[in-house]
């Protein structure tokens, strides 16, 4: 079976620092990672997605991740963060043949002026 | 394309009454999935389809709800009776196929609000 973990419920940066929201996950075979990105009011869209292949992939709105077997992790970047980027972020996992997606709790993305 | 359609947007009603959500899949998708979320439980997935078959409804809570896909584009999910327990905003989503690396498009969500 699958599962991910988020660390950090809520995470608060000034306008122009960096972003980092972390993302661990588990499962026996080679998984599929994504981040989505809710807005308030909104569904759920996708900001990037790890399939294979390169382990660094670009994203929407100027994020990124990093897939990191060693570590299981898949952590979400953005080197500056914009106010229109305080939304909430979630870490999904899936495999071939598993039909279904698991999410992380969530990550709530607060950005100060 | 429009994208996941997904109606009523909002939703207000009393305790014990019968509530149907309802839900229209982007065109050419073979997967949906209903969702619930919560501040108390997050996103929690209900049930899901592929090829309007009910493939895994253990995240259904109780008898009280159901879920239906009548044809390729369409799914409704019922709440009988609803309860206030019940208060919380509804997704569905869709996908090309259950297959690991499609991802899924969420619709607006339903907010249902049971007084």
């Known amino acids: 079976a699958q599962s991910v973990t988020q660390l950090g419920s809520h995470v608060s940066v000034s306008e122009g620092a960096l972003v980092l929201l972390r993302c661990n996950y588990s499962s026996s075979v080679p998984p599929y990672l994504f981040w989505y990105v809710q807005y308030p009011n909104q569904g759920l869209q996708l900001l990037l997605k790890y399939t294979t292949g390169a382990t660094l992939v670009k994203g929407i709105n100027g994020f990124e991740a990093e897939f990191k077997k060693s570590e299981t992790s898949f952590h979400l970047t953005k080197p500056s963060a914009h106010m229109s980027d305080a939304a909430e972020y979630f870490c999904a996992v899936s495999v071939t043949g598993g039909f279904k997606t698991i999410f992380g709790a969530g990550t709530r993305l607060f950005v100060k002026a | 394309d429009a994208g996941v359609i997904q109606s009523p947007r909002h939703e207000v009603t009393e305790m014990g009454q019968e509530v149907t959500l309802r839900c229209k899949l982007i065109s050419g998708h073979n997967s949906l999935f209903w969702y619930r979320q919560t501040m108390m439980r997050g996103l929690e997935l209900l049930i899901y389809?592929?090829?309007?078959?009910?493939?895994?409804d253990s995240g259904m809570p109780e008898d009280r709800f159901s879920a239906k896909m009548p044809n390729a584009s369409f799914s409704t999910l019922k709440i009988q009776p609803s309860e206030p327990r019940d208060s919380a905003v509804y997704f569905c989503?869709?996908?090309?196929?259950?297959?690991?690396?499609?991802?899924?498009?969420f619709g607006p969500g339903t907010r249902l609000t049971v007084t």
């Open positions: 989503a869709s996908s090309l196929g259950t297959a690991g690396d499609y991802e899924q498009y």
């Open positions: 389809f592929n090829n309007n078959v009910p493939i895994d």
